[in-house]
């Protein structure tokens, strides 16, 4: 029985890309350098221009997984699918400890704990690693679902503004930084999306700081309207991070500040923006490998 159409496009186009990032023999034609934007040609491997090579590199691979996940914001598509699988493993060995997923929360807390949730440096439990981890976690159906809706709102913005590889660094940077400022100045578990989030919302504000006109207003309002109401929020229910928030916006508000509000140019700032992205990349992965390396431990008193 044949595939349907769609499907056999999106494998061959997978095809090409691995074969493209490890060197597989294919189809040959004309293609640009990852690096520096120059046209090389068919047979070559590595960059006539700036010597990079077109099949083991950074800037190489890091264009074959944005075209395996498509679309103009691939690293936004991937963070979705981590904090969707993350939230049903909580939910799994919730249930399985015989908890009960409710649409405010329901998550058992000893899950979370083994899962990452971010903790108050004070508690003796803290490791840097939660720092990351809180960031993928979620407490109930209403709070994943909310900080997804305004993570597809506004992340594809930032990650088509300031190029995939920047923006994932800046993603991370802005979770560690509302993670730092929740565990030296909070006094309870964390867990959630909410300071990155917060971290792009600081991010578009520092841009449109920067420029004028009538659409960068606009965006500035509706941006305002949006911390204003999620701090409300954080100051009228219990439980919610409001330091999260706070650290994550001022990291994202600051790093808006430092870097351009454009794409990376060819050449060495895309070479040091493809760097930060598998920096990023690699500490994340890191810390999933702390995780599981304790997922079983017997816990703390």
Request: aromatic share 12%; charged share 10%.
């Amino acid at each position: 029985m044949a595939l349907p159409y769609h499907w056999q496009l999106r494998f061959a186009r997978w095809k090409q890309i691995f074969g493209n990032m490890f060197g597989g023999s294919g189809e040959k034609r004309p293609q640009l350098c990852p690096a520096c934007g120059a046209l090389v040609g068919i047979h070559s491997n590595r960059c006539h221009e700036c010597g990079t090579s077109l099949r083991f590199s950074l800037a190489a691979w890091s264009k074959g997984l944005s075209e395996f996940f498509g679309g103009h914001a691939p690293v936004t598509v991937v963070v979705l699918i981590v904090n969707v699988l993350m939230f049903g493993v909580s939910m799994l060995r919730s249930i399985h400890s015989g908890g009960s997923l409710g649409l405010f929360g329901g998550m058992s807390g000893i899950e979370l704990y083994r899962l990452g949730e971010n903790l108050p440096f004070h508690s003796g439990l803290w490791a840097w690693w939660r720092l990351i981890l809180g960031t993928f976690l979620h407490g109930g159906l209403l709070h994943i679902g909310f900080n997804m809706m305004v993570l597809m709102d506004i992340a594809p913005v930032v990650e088509e503004l300031f190029g995939s590889a920047r923006f994932l660094f800046l993603y991370v940077a802005c979770g560690i930084g509302g993670s730092l400022c929740s565990t030296i100045l909070g006094s309870h578990p964390s867990v959630g999306a909410s300071g990155a989030i917060l971290g792009l919302i600081g991010l578009l504000l520092a841009v449109t700081t920067r420029r004028s006109g009538a659409s960068m207003q606009a965006m500035r309002s509706r941006l305002i309207s949006w911390v204003v109401t999620i701090f409300a929020f954080g100051f009228l229910f219990p439980g919610i991070d409001n330091w999260g928030h706070f650290g994550g916006l001022a990291t994202g508000f600051l790093l808006g500040r430092v870097f351009a509000d454009r794409q990376p140019a060819p050449g060495p700032e895309r070479t040091r923006a493809y760097l930060l992205g598998w920096l990023a990349g690699a500490v994340v992965i890191a810390a999933f490998v702390f995780m599981f390396l304790q997922l079983n431990n017997p816990l703390p008193e």
